[in-house]
């Protein structure tokens, strides 16, 4: 069974920078999309970036293309998401996520197979 725990998340001012984390534990970590998801209050869960299992792809959506960066790190299990000049809008609560049925990147939620409990992210104006 893969577990996956999320942190970093926390309370910052507009301008700044979050570094989220993912930890994935069983499986082969190395073979996997991972992603990172969004949801704010009242909003569907939002597609935010991806990474391919080499790390040699990424994806992100338009509204954090040019401040985040996903990373992974395979000996690890890890995922990063660096997150710079945060915006207001950027509050929501962030999830990892692992697609274990496809090596392309897929930005909806169905496209993923484990998902972890998430973590806040809060951003004052």
């Known amino acids: 069974q893969v577990q996956l725990e999320e942190s970093g998340g926390g309370l910052v001012q507009a301008g700044g920078s979050l570094r989220l984390s993912c930890a994935a534990s069983?499986?082969?970590?190395?073979?996997?999309?991972m992603g990172w998801f969004r949801q704010a209050p009242g909003k569907e869960r939002e597609f935010v970036a991806a990474?391919?299992?080499?790390?040699?792809?990424?994806n992100y959506a338009d509204s954090v293309k040019g401040r985040f960066t996903i990373s992974r790190d395979n000996a690890k299990n890890t995922v990063a998401l660096q997150m710079n000049t945060l915006k207001p809008e950027d509050t929501a609560v962030y999830y990892c996520?692992?697609?274990?049925?496809?090596?392309?990147?897929?930005?909806?939620?169905?496209?993923?197979?484990?998902w972890g409990q998430g973590t806040q992210v809060t951003v004052s104006s």
């Open positions: 996520a692992q697609d274990r049925t496809g090596w392309r990147i897929t930005r909806t939620t169905t496209g993923y197979d484990f």
């Open positions: 069983g499986g082969t970590f190395g073979r996997y999309v």
């Open positions: 990474i391919t299992g080499s790390g040699a792809t990424t």
